[in-house]
């Protein structure tokens, strides 16, 4: 092992060159747009509207993922958590829900000690793919529009969680060369969705 | 130059440009929100450094938060649909944005004397406190105050083309109103919710005998973790050693994040 600090196999091969942001139109936020009855009596109130909801469980027809959502916060070091098995996805509950204004996150394993993990196959995702979360307040849907793999060391965590105007959300996995030294990926695959509007 | 986007016309399109240039989980970016105050104006296209970015901006529209590269941009507002000719904007401006800032960017005041009033945005709030500010952006209104109806007044004095500085205020319902510094209700605004963690922006457009708000939330609050989650249990190789050190940290882990975990439908 001395000297292999950063080590290729196929989940750094199928991640290599990865990544697409699609174009696409943005929809204008005007009020005179908003039916809602509020917004004539007082715009201010017609603002919060948009409602997130409680993840239970995570839905990728393109990819044949079908996963439940653990409800997770941060490690002892202040990483984002992430499930103990590589089945379930975690959603990192003191960030936005999704459906809300803001980028809501979602993360799983791509591989196991044996194998394929819930998101091995989370590169093979293309622009316009459907996520289908479910919790107790309903559905919310939201099509794919940009993925990169980014360093650990150039991925800036507070964009990647951060606020936005619109809903959005985020799914990450490991990617890139396995770094023995650091024990984990060099790399994070990141997937860029939108809600879709009803 | 042609138009590239004649058949979106409804919406804004957000030119892949701004994102082009590399990555975007990145750190070196502004966010720039452009807004369409200027009440005889018609719907605008706006091009940042020569490229369309957003087209039929109409009067009370915003764009919402674009990702832009830190830096200098040109910003140049044509009339929607006229051709791009560089240095014949109705209105034009040279727009230094630093990474990590927000920038709201309104088109004011009346057709024929247009300006851009450039205001930063905050991205913070006081955990369970309400943030606003109020912007005068109607040309021929005087100068006004933001109270409590029948109380004291939150802003005192905004006049076109100010930007107050946020105040922080309890979340809560408020029956505000615009008045005239002599007490006069301009606008009423009974029943204003505030709500926590949210920092909004209130302007008030138009003409001053058809006043009217357009209001905008400029952040919401919420948690971001210190880093990246580690995504893979798995190594190149998976030698018998390698997995029995996986397992013992693995149960290490487990432990030490007990608390913090909530599974559901257990």
């Not at chain 1, 174009?23 to 009020?31: G, I, L, T, Y």
């Not at chain 2, 249990?233 to 487990?254: C, D, H, I, K, R």
Request: a negative charge; hydrophobic letters at 40%; glycine letters at 10%.
């Amino acid at each position: 092992m001395a000297g292999c600090q950063a080590e290729a196999d196929e989940v750094s091969l199928r991640t290599k060159e990865i990544g697409f942001v699609e174009e696409q139109p943005q929809k204008p936020q005007s009020p005179t747009m908003n039916k809602n009855a509020a917004a004539a009596e007082n715009p201010i109130n017609a603002l919060k509207q948009v409602k997130g909801i409680k993840p239970k469980t995570i839905s990728i027809p393109a990819i044949g993922v079908e996963a439940e959502v653990l409800h997770l916060g941060v490690t002892e070091n202040g990483e984002m958590d992430v499930p103990d098995t590589i089945e379930d996805v975690s959603w990192f509950e003191p960030g936005y829900e999704p459906g809300e204004n803001g980028r809501a996150v979602l993360a799983g394993h791509v591989d196991g000690a044996e194998g394929p993990a819930v998101f091995w196959d989370l590169n093979d995702l293309k622009a316009g793919d459907e996520i289908i979360i479910e919790g107790d307040e309903g559905t919310r849907s939201f099509k794919v529009y940009a993925m990169e793999s980014v360093g650990l060391d150039l991925a800036d965590v507070d964009a990647v969680f951060g606020y936005r105007s619109t809903p959005e959300l985020i799914l990450i996995t490991c990617s890139g060369d396995f770094d023995h030294k650091r024990g984990t990926r060099e790399e994070r695959l990141i997937v860029y969705t939108k809600l879709v509007e009803k | 130059m042609k138009k590239m986007f004649g058949s979106l016309s409804v919406a804004m399109v957000l030119v892949l440009s701004l994102f082009a240039a590399g990555v975007l989980a990145d750190s070196h970016t502004a966010k720039l929100r452009v807004v369409h105050a200027s009440p005889d104006a018609p719907a605008v296209d706006v091009y940042v450094n020569g490229d369309l970015t957003l087209e039929e901006v109409p009067f009370k529209a915003d764009s919402g938060y674009l990702d832009v590269p830190a830096g200098t941009h040109t910003v140049e507002v044509f009339a929607a649909g006229s051709e791009y000719s560089e240095g014949e904007a109705v209105l034009q401006a040279d727009l230094s944005v630093e990474a990590g800032q927000a920038y709201t960017v309104a088109a004011a005041n009346t057709l024929e004397s247009l300006e851009f009033v450039v205001a930063e945005d905050s991205m913070s709030v006081t955990e369970g406190k309400a943030k606003v500010r109020v912007g005068h952006l109607s040309p021929d209104a005087p100068a006004v105050d933001v109270g409590i109806i029948g109380g004291d007044a939150v802003f005192s004095g905004a006049e076109f083309p100010a930007v107050t500085d946020y105040t922080e205020l309890d979340a809560g319902t408020y029956d505000l109103e615009i008045r005239l510094s002599d007490g006069t209700q301009v606008l009423p605004l009974e029943g204003t919710e505030f709500a926590a963690d949210t920092v909004y922006s209130v302007f008030a457009v138009n003409t001053a005998d058809s006043l009217e708000v357009l209001a905008l939330v400029d952040y919401e609050a919420a948690a971001s973790p210190d880093g990246m989650p580690t995504t893979g249990l798995g190594t190149p190789e998976q030698s018998q050693m390698n997995w029995s050190l996986a397992a013992g940290s693995f149960v290490l882990a487990a432990g030490g994040g007990l608390f913090l975990r909530r599974r559901f439908q257990h």
